[in-house]
């Protein structure tokens, strides 16, 4: 079974995609956190940081936030966060990094 996100990459399911490349795709998340927030996947199904491979689409993951970024105009700043598990607030098992930007980010998160 295909996971949530391949599903949305694939089309399958509807989503705000807002870039793609080879290695990753980008869409705005359904329960938004901040006046940016872009989900950014890996085309593979790697189920998360405890199981990435010594190489694949996730060595692309910053660089593509970076660009999402941008398209974004975060000029002033912005916020990748990774979880992983459960501790981690993770809820889909499909590899991401979520951006964040619009506003002034607290630290630490909660
Ligand atoms: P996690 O909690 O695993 O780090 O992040 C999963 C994210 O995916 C959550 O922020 C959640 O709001 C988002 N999400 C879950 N289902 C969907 C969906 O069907 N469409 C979109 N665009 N985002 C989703």
Redesign the pocket.
């Known amino acids: 079974m295909a996971s949530?996100?391949t599903r949305?990459i694939n089309r399958e399911?509807?989503?705000?995609i807002v870039y793609e490349d080879e290695h990753c795709v980008a869409?705005?998340?359904?329960?938004?956190?901040a006046p940016v927030?872009i989900?950014i996947v890996t085309r593979s199904e790697i189920t998360g940081m405890a199981d990435l491979p010594d190489s694949g689409d996730h060595q692309f993951l910053l660089n593509a936030a970076k660009k999402v970024a941008e398209m974004q105009g975060l000029s002033g700043g912005f916020r990748v966060?990774?979880?992983q598990g459960v501790d981690?607030?993770?809820?889909?098992?499909?590899l991401?990094a979520?951006l964040l930007g619009g506003r002034q980010l607290d630290w630490p998160p909660g």
């Open positions: 949530l996100f949305i399911i509807p989503a705000d869409f705005r998340d359904i329960n938004p956190q927030h989900v966060v990774i979880n981690g607030g993770q809820t889909v098992d499909h991401h979520h």
